[in-house]
């Protein structure tokens, strides 16, 4: 299976220090878990921000889609980095936290 054949997601988490991560990833939970160092991985951004929250993602049917809205919300005031993802999300709001407190 190639990767274009994946579903992928942008994600946005809350860190612990309340600043906000953006990435990608065909693995939610897995990737969750590297950010919050419970499996080997994760971005050293989050590595000093522990724990990390899952705010919200939208899927995306290729990663040339995913890295485009990526880009958007990376380049877009704070405020407005969790609506823009919502507003792109087929999925919406997720209100349940992947990662231990």
């Given at each position: 299976m190639s990767q274009e054949s994946l579903?992928?997601?942008v994600y946005?988490?809350?860190c612990a220090d309340h600043?906000?991560?953006c990435g990608i990833t065909t693995d939610?939970?897995?990737r969750l878990a590297q950010?919050?160092?419970e499996l080997p991985?994760?971005?050293r951004y989050t590595r000093g921000r522990r724990p990390c929250r899952l705010l919200a993602f939208a899927q995306k049917p290729s990663k040339s889609l995913a890295l485009s809205l990526e880009y958007q919300i990376k380049h877009s005031p704070k405020?407005?980095?969790v609506a823009l993802l919502i507003h792109e999300s087929t999925t919406g709001l997720s209100e349940k936290s992947l990662c231990s407190h």
């Open positions: 579903n992928w997601y946005l988490l809350s600043s906000l991560y939610l939970a897995r950010h919050n160092g991985g994760g971005a405020a407005q980095k």
